[in-house]
């Protein structure tokens, strides 16, 4: 069954093989028309919506021929704005559509330079190699948001021998409406309008059976849109036949259990055309004897959806749902305010017969006076206009309320659309503002972040199998192959930011690390890096440094004049401070030193005036000593002296006593003396 290109080539061999490929083609045109039934009213919505985002305009006849027809554009201004927040997100211009994250220890770095290798490759895959597939995402961004479900399908084309994922429309993939996943669902159809040629070209490569499929038959619906078209075409050589490829389960080996085939058939016919097994070794599981416990199918379907369904349906809502009744509603008001006036401009009435006029329809030309056979009064009485009133103001502030209910679903507000706020609005209230309105913007992308998520792992697991490894060595310049690719190496993702949804975000972001980078706690390398991919600059490895280019490491960082004229004032501030509690603890030491030697002072004071006291005691007894001392030798000396006067005195008046005497003596010897 695996090696086989087409199995039901071997069935169509016999007659019983033959049988079974028709019973199993009826089977599944059985289970294709019940899923269809399934979701009929939901197919009728999708219509309505899709007329109602391209302001389809039909022929209108009520309430007159040619009356007010205006679709005001609510739904469709509401999917352009998300188009045209997350087309940039999710494909930036620098091309890292892939990235790829090594899983577990990685000491030599190997896996971070295959990661890198891989992230490189399939970025440029997809937007190279895949044709179509940019442009395809832009269609999904902008429908998505309208009918709130889409599909792709990635698959390996055999036929041209590449990668494909393709775009599918929600109408084009059948799958019953109350399913909870397309994992767990039984079958998935795809309705495909193949051309006669198409058809031939398979079946002349063996991808299928070769078979009659008669004329097609003349399309009764679009094929894209599903609409009914108002002037079918004409069926000729190049209309297609619709093909129908479901993925389903089948018990062709009668073991009692159904395993996962591809049965592509004739929608008309329901002859089959191929079967094709939707497994592979790696989808079998066995127990330790070696029998089959169950198989996993290989899911070839991604879903892209934009907010849940509340009733649990498998198909998402999205817009159409949400802003239908009220675009539809502001249609209408807005058709009758015209209309009213309309009619109140144009006005109308009745003639009577009385008035004397030449009957039949009668025109005024701006200017113009027109001559009549009859009294003002006359006129008057005769002609009555039809009762009309003016356009209701109470319908129109109903409109607008109806407008303004519609903008705050769909998160349109003026701000959002480039409209700038009040000049005395804050800088921080107009942020406040955006990222709140950008909270259902965020939920939406961060869906469609896991979807994406799921198609590159498909990618992957293709290139896995089916890549070329010289055409990966020549974009990446490196030398590895497929089996870089296994999941079981790293971890695959979108390169956008499922958290980030318009450029100021990522940006923001970006300036929060730079802000982060003083602490010391960021590499200024990788952060520089995720600021230029915040900035989207294009090629901007060529801006960075040879050195850094070349070793993807900072060179020694040169010492900012600032940084230094700043570390020079604060170890100078640290140096004053330290001088200061120098000076302060000196002081403090001076103090203590000043006052010890103050109490030194005192006590060797009072020490010195003790002994001062007691010497000047010992100096008084002394000198009292002395003194009593002097007085006793002056008394003494005053006495000598007295003494020694007196014996002078004394001997002096025995001196002159003698002398006297002598005197005396003489003359008394002499006799009188002669005059």
């Not at 399934?38 to 302001?55: I, M």
């Not at 079967?275 to 198989?295: L, P």
């Not at 950008?438 to 992308?445: G, L, P, Q, W």
Request: charged content about 25%; overall charge negative.
């Amino acid at each position: 069954m695996l090696e086989s290109v087409n199995i039901a080539d071997n069935l169509d061999k016999d007659e019983k093989g033959k049988q079974q490929l028709r019973d199993i083609g009826a089977e599944a045109s059985r289970g294709f028309e019940t899923d269809l039934d399934s979701r009929k009213d939901w197919e009728k919505h999708v219509d309505e919506w899709t007329k109602l985002a391209r302001q389809a305009v039909e022929p209108k006849t009520w309430p007159w021929p040619r009356a007010s027809n205006i679709k005001y554009p609510i739904l469709s201004t509401a999917a352009l704005q998300f188009a045209a927040r997350a087309y940039p997100s999710l494909l930036p211009s620098d091309g890292k559509v892939v990235k790829a994250k090594a899983i577990g220890k990685d000491p030599d770095g190997a896996k971070s330079k295959v990661a890198e290798a891989v992230s490189t490759y399939m970025s440029y895959q997809l937007l190279q190699e895949m044709d179509g597939w940019e442009e395809e995402m832009d269609k999904l961004l902008i429908m998505l948001p309208i009918v709130g479900t889409m599909f792709k399908k990635t698959y390996w084309d055999g036929l041209n021998e590449k990668n494909c994922s393709s775009i599918i429309m929600p109408k084009n993939l059948v799958v019953n409406y109350w399913t909870r996943s397309l994992k767990e669902s039984e079958r998935i159809s795809e309705i495909l309008e193949v051309s006669p040629r198409k058809v031939k070209e398979r079946q002349q490569t063996g991808m299928w059976l070769d078979i009659d499929l008669g004329s097609a038959p003349q399309p009764e619906l679009n094929a894209v849109s599903g609409e009914k078209s108002y002037a079918p075409p004409s069926v000729d050589e190049t209309t297609p036949y619709t093909i129908i490829e479901q993925h389903t389960y089948l018990d062709l080996d009668d073991d009692g259990y159904k395993e996962p085939y591809i049965v592509t058939f004739h929608k008309e016919s329901h002859k089959v055309l191929r079967i094709a097994a939707r497994y592979d070794d790696t989808t079998i599981k066995m127990d330790e004897d070696g029998k089959i416990k169950k198989i996993d199918a290989i899911q070839y379907y991604t879903k892209f959806g934009f907010i849940p369904n509340p009733d649990g349906s498998f198909y998402d809502i999205g817009f159409g749902v949400l802003l239908g009744p009220i675009n539809e509603s502001v249609n209408t008001l807005i058709n009758q305010l015209v209309d009213a006036g309309t009619l109140n401009n144009l006005q109308s009435g009745f003639l009577g017969k009385g008035l004397r006029l030449r009957m039949g329809e009668t025109r005024f030309q701006p200017g113009e006076w027109k001559v009549v056979n009859s009294t003002g009064d006359d006129l008057k009485k005769q002609i009555v206009p039809m009762p009309s009133k003016e356009p209701s103001n109470v319908l129109f502030q109903l409109m607008g309320s109806l407008i303004t209910s519609g903008k705050e679903l769909a998160s349109i507000a003026e701000i959002f659309t480039g409209k700038m706020p009040g000049q005395n609005t804050p800088a921080t209230t107009t942020m406040a503002t955006v990222e709140q309105g950008m909270k259902v913007f965020t939920a939406v992308y961060k869906r469609l972040y896991r979807s994406l998520t799921e198609e590159f792992k498909k990618l992957a697991g293709l290139n896995e199998l089916y890549l070329n490894p010289q055409t990966y060595v020549d974009v990446v310049d490196m030398e590895v192959g497929p089996d870089d690719f296994k999941m079981s190496n790293h971890n695959i993702y979108p390169g956008a930011d499922p958290t980030a949804v318009s450029q100021t975000e990522k940006l923001l972001k970006a300036q929060g690390l730079m802000e982060l980078l003083p602490l010391g706690i960021l590499d200024p390398l990788k952060v520089g890096l995720r600021v230029l991919e915040a900035q989207e600059q294009p090629n901007y490895q060529e801006l960075l440094r040879q050195d850094i280019a070349q070793t993807g490491q900072m060179p020694e960082p040169q010492p900012d004049p600032k940084l230094l004229e700043s570390q020079a004032k604060i170890q100078a501030m640290g140096q004053a401070s330290q001088i200061k509690q120098q000076e302060m603890s000196f002081k403090s030491e001076l103090a203590a030193r000043d006052q010890q030697f103050q109490q030194a002072m005192k006590a060797q004071a009072a020490d010195m005036e003790m002994r001062h006291k007691e010497m000047l005691s010992s100096v008084q007894l002394a000198v009292a000593t002395h003194t009593e001392n002097m007085r006793t030798a002056q008394d003494k000396a005053k006495f000598i002296q007295d003494i020694v006067q007196k014996q002078g005195t004394h001997n002096q008046k025995m001196s002159n006593a003698k002398e006297m005497a002598a005197v005396k003596k003489q003359q008394a010897t002499k006799g009188p003396i002669q005059k």
